[in-house]
């Protein structure tokens, strides 16, 4: 089975740090393009950070130099290393790999975690 596993969401005051951890599984993230997404109440989802390989990454501009994707082939597991947090970084954060592909060879257009909620206090 194939699926993504966030952890590591919670509540946390302004200024300070999360890491969020999202585990693959059925899939190596090592040779997939994965990527972070959050989703704010009421507005749409978007993008957050992706690597399309390790040293290919791309950020929304309102995360740069604070934020940091990475990936631990060994663990199969990606990161997402949140320094300098904002009230405005409140939201349910998804882990995502878009055109993946198993260990098995299967495709799967879009997969997507069950979500993590990060909290940030004023």
């Known amino acids: 089975q194939v699926q993504l596993v966030e952890s590591g969401g919670g509540l946390v005051q302004a200024g300070g740090s999360l890491r969020l951890s999202c585990v693959a599984s059925g899939m190596p993230v090592s040779i997939n393009p994965m990527g972070w997404y959050r989703q704010a109440p009421g507005k749409q989802r978007e993008l957050v950070a992706r690597?399309?390989?390790?040293?290919?990454?791309n950020y929304a501009d309102s995360v740069k130099g604070r934020f940091t994707i990475s990936r631990d082939n060994a663990k199969n597991t990606v990161y997402l290393q949140m320094n300098s947090l904002k009230p405005e970084d409140t939201g349910v954060y998804y882990c995502?790999?878009?055109?993946?592909?198993?260990?098995?060879?299967?495709?799967?257009?879009?997969?997507w975690g069950q979500g993590t909620q990060v909290t940030v206090s004023s």
């Open positions: 995502n790999a878009d055109g993946a592909r198993s260990w098995t060879g299967t495709y799967y257009p879009s997969l």
């Open positions: 690597s399309i390989t390790s040293g290919n990454t």
